[in-house]
């Protein structure tokens, strides 16, 4: 029998394209695994049975990477080495038979797995994660996700080690066997693609509870964690029930199995996988109770529970038929926990956190070589495609056909969509198509969201007639080059409107020949098709002000010419949360923007201080005062340059964001004692109202920490109160971070007495170590290099990588070090874990890949580390794809 090692090379760097799509020759309906488990030595007997689909005497090709091949079995007769072909990558076995069993014997070694894909074992406990190509690491076969197949799956492993052995589906049998090992027999009835397939061992304190569907199936919950977590995990089973009622009642889609399981491990790539009836999750996106978790986490908690809940139907009912159609899945999935958060919290905040993301992160992708459509054409590694372009721009692009179809007919597109496709493998273009069948709508123009990359810009003028009393509203769209696509043509999407008088009132915008819907806020939908497009409205009697792209209708960069007037006016009066907080947030980009053109310390005016304090001091949710009152960060005003002005930035930044403090500084010493007041010591409460005083008394303690000059006695016994009488992780992290970033002299205590009270938790580590990462000052490179040492930290595990090394290539001012020690760091921590995992170091090398958008020195600094890293031996094809597109000389590759 032909061996081979598990120590083998990088996987070959080898694109991919959309257009080269065929569909499978052979499929496989059912699958028999059985899992013996052993830590280097774990043998995976998997019976198969294939039936050909496509042309006959084609060979049959599984694909499997580091494994092992012990035996292999057609039709029950064993297979001589002369009898198939095996690759690093591939096992090929010729055959004219239509249909056929095959069994397939591998051994694996998940204890030296530390690329955490396909099966390992971390902290004592195995587990899986196979999406996207992790299943072809546990035994050879049809590894894409339009093979879909039943699975059955026995486990054996030691009883006392391992009590708990799972995997998807229900659990049909058990038993023991002589040797002290016991067995568990699992079905799951719907067929999948590989990537859902999950397989845990372990030993757990588990949370159960139950939910009844609307249809009266009671299915079994049941929450797996670390021994003594229980106390943690209330919250996420709180937010899978709500999730559950909430998929029932919006989307009239009803759970499927009789058990829903979630594992939280502490070794984990991302944030959660949405294996069938086996969610398993980084133990951050469970375990949150107030002691340890911040109000941001138990949303987020909240919001991942359901992510992965709704990927049950967008997702697992309905797959991917290739991965180019990621989104279609993701895109989906992202739009509807969106909406659970916002109908189950503030939607105004929720949403203004969306906006957040897409203009830092995602524009920034859009602008970095690694730019690429929603749904990609080219890709060398999948892994390098759960992007916050495919997740959350895709989120956006439904969005928009939400805006454009109201709640009721996109309702009626997606029931439309599982009609159609439930059971199958689809692709984005079979999701469109439902949308329009269920409309009677042509939305030929608006698949160019799919097809094209790039962040586009909308430049809008207005002219007003006052004999005429019309109001021309002219727009133009454009979107720049992105490699690969160097002309775009133009998109159809959403422009929210609403027209306000100078008092602040809403006027009805009509025209004379044309009829226009409203959305649920009652803005004016326009929609945009054309380059450049025009709408005349009659019978307004003064010249209005213009509140665009409502609710962020579409992702793009909107430049228009506000007046301070006209700014004040909208922060005001705009009936869109969203529109009165980017009024706002449009007055201080502005005030930055001119002190970085004149590369001087930017100052807060006397009208911009007006509208602060009356922000500060309105009655509105307090958590929009908190946002509206954030200073713009470093990295969102360098997504309004191509080129960037990193000093200019920086300085502009540090001096408004001071000045806020000091001018306004009374101002919030005050409303820090009335937001006290309505907080009273009573325990800690998760509702919305709670969360929003803390947000916005944490904005105030943010800005008198940075006031310090003017107070410092008083200023240090608030932090130091602050911190002795916070009942929650929110308020005592609020006051360690304000000490460390305004360099306050009780840092140092605050640090060593969080470290001390908090050093066997590791998921409130990360957040001490997060902190220090993000300083905006104070010998940053140092600390993080002297942190990297710290018993807290390894580069084993994901989540302290995140935590340290990804929040220090974020802080701009540091990373980008004028001396290239931050580009050191992380280009040695690159280093190390490409041959350990690839795909974490790939998440850590996207800011360098935009070197020239920064000054020649910089870009030269920059340039070593990726030639350094261009020339490692066994580069990771995660790192390959990366480096190289980000090197090519020609930027329209
Ligand atoms: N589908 C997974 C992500 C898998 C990432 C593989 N590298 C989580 C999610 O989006 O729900
Ligand atoms: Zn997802």
């Not at 939607?347 to 906006?355: F, G, K, S």
């Not at 992702?555 to 009066?573: F, M, T, W």
Request: hydrophobic share 40%.
């Amino acid at each position: 029998m032909t061996q081979q090692s598990a120590e083998v090379a990088a996987t070959p760097a080898i694109a991919k394209f959309r257009k080269d799509y065929s569909a499978p020759n052979f499929t496989i309906d059912e699958v028999a695994l059985t899992f013996h488990l052993a830590d280097h030595h774990t043998k995976v007997v998997s019976q198969l049975k294939v039936r050909r689909v496509g042309a006959h005497q084609q060979p049959l090709v599984l694909q499997g990477e580091h494994l092992q091949l012990e035996s292999l079995a057609l039709n029950g007769n064993d297979l001589g080495s002369d009898q198939f072909q095996l690759s690093d990558t591939e096992l090929t076995i010729a055959t004219d038979l239509e249909q056929f069993s095959l069994t397939v014997t591998t051994i694996v070694n998940p204890t030296d797995n530390k690329a955490l894909e396909g099966l390992y074992k971390s902290a004592g406990t195995y587990c899986t994660q196979c999406e996207a190509e992790g299943f072809r690491r546990i035994t050879y076969y049809l590894d894409r996700p339009d093979v879909l197949a039943t699975y059955t799956t026995t486990i054996y492993a030691d009883a006392a080690q391992y009590p708990y052995l799972l995997a998807n589906g229900n659990k049909i049998d058990s038993g023991e066997t002589e040797q002290g090992e016991h067995w568990v027999t699992w079905h799951d009835p719907h067929p999948k693609p590989a990537y859902l397939f999950a397989l845990v061992a372990g030993d757990f304190d588990v949370l159960r509870d139950q939910f009844t569907t609307r249809s009266g199936r009671d299915v079994a919950l049941e929450f797996f964690v670390d021994k003594g977590n229980l106390d943690q995990t209330e919250h996420a089973m709180q937010s899978l029930k709500n999730a559950m009622r909430w998929d029932e009642e919006r989307f009239d889609l009803e759970y499927d199995l009789d058990i829903y399981m979630v594992v939280a491990v502490d070794f984990f790539n991302m944030g959660a996988m949405e294996n069938k009836g086996l969610n398993v999750f980084n133990s951050k996106y469970v375990l949150a109770n107030p002691n340890t978790a911040t109000d941001q986490d138990f949303l987020n908690v909240e919001s991942v529970i359901g992510h992965e809940y709704f990927h049950n139907w967008t997702g697992n009912r309905i797959t991917c038929r290739d991965w180019f159609q990621l989104s279609l899945k993701e895109g989906l999935t992202v739009f509807r926990d969106q909406e659970f958060s916002a109908d189950l919290g503030s939607r105004a905040v929720n949403r203004i956190q969306d906006v957040q993301i897409i203009r830092t992160h995602q524009f920034n992708e859009d602008a970095s070589p690694m730019a690429h459509p929603i749904r990609p054409d080219k890709v060398i590694e999948m892994n390098n495609f759960y992007t916050v372009t495919v997740y959350n721009k895709g989120a956006e692009v439904i969005r928009m056909l939400h805006t454009l179809l109201g709640e009721q007919g996109f309702q009626r597109g997606m029931q439309e969509y599982v009609r159609r496709y439930d059971g199958q493998a689809v692709t984005c273009e079979d999701f469109i198509l439902a949308m329009e069948a269920a409309n009677d709508r042509d939305f030929k123009q608006f698949r160019n969201w799919y097809r094209q990359a790039g962040t586009p810009s909308l430049q809008v003028t207005q002219s007003f007639a006052a004999d005429s009393k019309q109001l021309r509203l002219r727009i133009k769209q454009s979107t720049p080059a992105t490699p690969g696509q160097p002309t775009k043509q133009p998109f159809h999407m959403p422009v929210v409107i609403s027209a306000y008088n100078n008092q602040g009132e809403r006027l009805t915008l009509r025209s004379s020949d044309q009829e226009y819907a409203h959305t649920d806020t009652g803005g004016t939908l326009l929609e945009l098709t054309q380059a450049e497009q025009e709408w005349v409205f009659e019978g307004i009697d003064s010249e209005p002000t213009l509140a665009l792209l409502e609710n962020f209708s579409a992702p793009v960069k909107l430049q228009a010419d506000y007046s301070a007037e006209q700014l004040r006016l909208l922060a005001g009066c705009a009936d869109d949360a969203v529109v009165r907080w980017d009024a706002v947030q449009s007055m201080l980009r502005k005030l930055l923007q001119d002190a970085i053109a004149a590369e001087i310390p930017a100052q807060l005016s006397d009208s911009v201080a007006t509208t602060l304090r009356t922000v500060l001091h309105d009655d509105v949710d307090p958590a929009l005062r908190a946002l509206a009152l954030a200073c713009p960060s470093v990295d969102e005003l360098a997504e309004l340059y191509e080129q960037v002005p990193l000093e200019a930035i920086v300085q502009a930044v540090d001096s408004l964001k001071l000045d806020i403090a000091l001018q306004l500084r009374e101002d919030f010493a005050a409303v820090y004692d009335t937001l006290s007041d309505q907080l009273g010591s009573a325990t800690y409460e998760l509702d919305g109202r709670s969360i929003g005083l803390r947000s916005l008394r944490n904005r105030c303690l943010g800005y008198l920490g940075l006031a310090r000059s003017a107070a410092p006695e008083s200023t240090d016994e608030l932090l130091q109160q602050h911190d002795a009488q916070a009942t929650s992780m929110t308020d005592h992290i609020a006051a360690l971070q304000t000490a460390v970033w305004t360099d306050n002299p009780q840092a140092s205590v605050l640090l060593a007495d969080f470290a001390n009270q908090w050093q066997d938790n590791p998921l409130v580590m990360d957040k001490w170590l997060a902190t220090q990462a993000a300083a905006p000052v104070g010998n940053v490179v140092g600390e993080v290099a002297d942190l990297q040492q710290h018993s807290a930290f390894t580069l084993a595990n994901p989540n302290r990588v995140y935590a340290l090394l990804a929040t220090f290539s974020r802080n701009m001012r540091y990373f980008h070090q004028a001396d290239g020690s931050g580009y050191q760091l992380i280009a040695t921590a690159i280093k190390s874990l490409n041959s350990s995992n690839p795909q974490v170091a790939s998440r850590l090398i996207t800011p360098f890949l935009q070197w020239r958008r920064f000054d020649t020195k910089r870009q030269q600094l920059m340039l070593t580390c990726l030639n350094e890293l261009k020339a490692l031996p066994n580069l990771a094809s995660d790192l390959y794809e990366k480096i190289s597109q980000s090197l090519a000389t020609d930027e329209k590759n």
